[in-house]
């Protein structure tokens, strides 16, 4: 049977896929197809050589030599392919593996990630084994029938298929938003690209299944067919590891420079690589916390001499440590590096002034590195249906555009989120797709670097503000009353000396320890101190209000000269337990005469960093709070892109009559309805 059409070759299987239905759910298909599809194929380049290789291979072992004779990077030395494989149904399970160790190591530890071992036994326990083998052996997928760039369409259409059926949790971008990737960071300079023999290394380090390396190869051998890209990833997840090295291998290209690992501890598989271009769609809110020691050792010890120096985010979430490494690889020569993550809105302003988040944002937007931020519609995700975000970095930012315009010192917002169309049929959260003509439209907007409706321009210090604390003097008056000596058990230094749950459950408890034991004394101790403070100021109740504080303490001192158990912490839960905030109080000032700051009365505000904090204060606050200040020890630097506020656009509300006629209207509807019913009962 021959198969050439991409789409043929597709739907066959897809069709034929439902041999496994039962002892496999649909989601699980992909563990079989996409495994058997690679072994296929690569039994079918072998055909040729085979006979050679099996003769070289009784004296030499060396894969190297074997591959020159075979002529791909892999060699198979079993002697068993698809056809001899059916000659013998009762052994077919172990002479498939012996065929599938019988490869280099290269194409065996593919199969070891894809844990192919485990559904050999499980098609061999349920009669489906030959079946199955019987089926790819019956398509001939040699280079003469099918091409590398065809067999690479196949197989990423087939990726694709099982991706978009897969449970919420695959990771997997849809192939139009790493077009538009791939546009908006290629074609800012394409003539680089039209040089004969260019060498382009392309970098994905959360690759997935190695879709974004494949899109960007083939839109750049669009441009140049002579051009040589190299690409670069690392990928966690060993089944995606398994098909984006077993991609590389079915197009003739280096699966030696796919990395299996976290990239983002210290198994970082390209420790020293540079590369020109990056994309990367890094899992949104990844938790970091379980494999953060290195992560954190290297933020410590190796600062920016590291790839963390800029700041840790919070561990619920790992999107910038991804944009930190991500930034770790960009080229520092003339030329430099583009590079185009993708993010939920979390990066955007997650993170106060000060905070991981916050810093990070800081170091990209300061050091010139953000060069625009497209916000894609939402719904475009097979398993997640939340707004999204492309970052676009460049360390080799413009001076000057074709028309004039200058990126550097400039960062550039595109809202796209209104460029796509609702599709026929939805896969998974996936309700939305951009088409061909919208990805080039969103692409010039973005490459005419010009202020519409749909693109804003701004400096860099925009996204910055100064947290200021507000702070106004504390004012308090004292009395000792009835109402006031029962504030005292909302003052923690007073409540815990007795925890009544804790001594009653301790009390309750038969078998008591030595701990226990001293539990249960120290809390009777507190008990007891509790009741002399109460019974001390029950002695001083008076009518008398107090409205200086160093006035009160000196009259209330005397009282507890000889409980010598009232230390400093419990003497100020004292007597804060008998104050009240008042405005015609003398204000507290501490020991050296300064105003202190009442912390209930305590506020922040955001500056832009474009503006005087001191103006600012005198323009917004002061007016409305005379007595307040600035404590510019607190004082924050912070940087947040909130991009939603730029492209909001006003509506305006309907006029009330409009309304009212509404529901009017409506009021007459209503009642027609019911006259019908009625008049029908009748």
Request: glycine share 6%; with cysteine.
């Amino acid at each position: 049977m021959q198969i050439i059409e991409n789409n043929e070759f597709v739907n066959f299987i897809w069709k034929n896929a439902e041999i496994l239905r039962g002892p496999y759910k649909k989601e699980e298909y992909r563990d079989v197809i996409l495994p058997l599809s690679v072994l296929r194929r690569f039994d079918s380049l072998l055909v040729p050589t085979k006979a050679q290789v099996l003769e070289k291979a009784k004296s030499v072992k060396h894969d190297a030599i074997l591959n020159r004779i075979a002529g791909y990077d892999f060699n198979n030395t079993s002697p068993f392919d698809f056809q001899t494989l059916l000659h013998d149904p009762d052994n077919i399970a172990a002479n498939l593996r012996n065929y599938i160790q019988g490869f280099s190591s290269n194409v065996r530890v593919i199969f070891e990630r894809f844990d192919f071992e485990d559904e050999i036994k499980k098609m061999d326990e349920h009669d489906l084994l030959y079946s199955v083998v019987q089926l790819f052996a019956a398509m001939d997928l040699s280079v003469e029938k099918v091409s590398n760039m065809q067999m690479g369409y196949i197989f990423e259409e087939l990726i694709r298929r099982f991706s978009e059926n897969a449970e919420a949790g695959d990771h997997y971008t849809p192939r139009e938003v790493i077009k538009l990737m791939v546009n908006l960071i290629l074609n800012e300079d394409p003539s680089e690209l039209m040089q004969q023999g260019k060498i382009v290394q392309v970098g994905d380090f959360a690759c997935g299944t190695g879709g974004m390396l494949s899109e960007a190869t083939e839109f750049i051998k669009e441009f140049n067919p002579s051009t040589q890209v190299e690409v670069f990833g690392q990928e966690l997840n060993p089944k995606s590891y398994a098909i984006a090295c077993a991609d590389l291998l079915i197009k003739g290209q280096d699966a030696g420079h796919i990395a299996f690992g976290n990239s983002l501890n210290d198994n970082d598989g390209h420790k020293d690589l540079k590369v020109r271009y990056a994309l990367m769609n890094p899992p949104f809110g990844v938790d970091w916390k379980h494999y953060g020691a290195s992560i954190i050792e290297e933020h410590q010890e190796k600062g920016f001499d590291g790839r963390y120096g800029a700041g840790l985010p919070r561990t619920s979430d790992g999107s910038l440590l991804f944009l930190q490494h991500m930034v770790s690889k960009m080229k520092q020569d003339e030329k430099g590096s583009r590079m185009a993550i993708i993010f939920n809105g979390s990066p955007l302003f997650t993170g106060d002034a000060g905070s991981g988040e916050s810093e990070i944002r800081r170091w990209i937007i300061e050091n010139d590195l953000l060069e625009g931020i497209v916000a894609l519609p939402d719904q475009l995700f097979y398993n997640t249906g939340i707004s999204t975000y492309i970052w676009i970095l460049s360390n080799r930012k413009n001076e000057k555009l074709e028309k004039g315009a200058v990126r550097k010192g400039k960062i550039q917002l595109v809202d796209a989120t209104q460029y796509f169309v609702k599709m026929r049929k939805s896969l998974g959260s996936k309700r939305n797709e951009i088409t061909e003509e919208q990805i080039n439209e969103i692409s010039r907007i973005y490459g005419d670097f010009k202020e519409n409706e749909r693109s804003k321009i701004f400096d860099l210090k925009d996204f910055g503000y100064q947290k200021i604390t507000i702070e106004r003097p504390l004012q308090l008056n004292f009395m000792i009353s009835p109402e006031r000596i029962e504030n005292l058990y909302n003052e923690a230094a007073f409540a815990k000396l007795f925890d009544e749950e804790v001594y009653l459950e301790l009390q309750r408890k038969k078998d008591k320890k030595a701990a226990d034991t001293k539990k249960l004394a120290k809390l009777e101790e507190g008990k007891m101190l509790q009741e002399k403070i109460i019974a001390i100021l029950q002695e001083n109740i008076s009518d008398k209000v107090y409205k200086n504080r160093e006035e009160f303490i000196a009259m209330l001192k005397p009282a507890f000269d000889s409980v010598s158990e009232v230390k400093t912490g419990l003497w100020k839960a004292i007597y804060m337990g008998l104050s009240e905030r008042d405005e015609t109080a003398d204000v507290c000032q501490d020991k050296k005469g300064n105003m202190e700051a009442d912390p209930t009365l305590r506020d922040t505000e955001n500056v832009p960093l474009s503006e005087s904090i001191h103006a600012y204060f005198q323009r917004e606050v002061f007016p409305h709070v005379p007595g307040a200040w600035i404590d510019e020890s607190k004082t924050k630097v912070g940087f947040e892109i909130p991009i939603t506020r730029h492209f909001y656009q006003y509506k305006f509300l309907s006029p009330s009559t409009a309304y009212q006629e509404l529901i009017q209207q409506k009021e007459a509807e209503i009642l027609n309805l019911m006259e019908g019913i009625f008049n029908e009962k009748v």
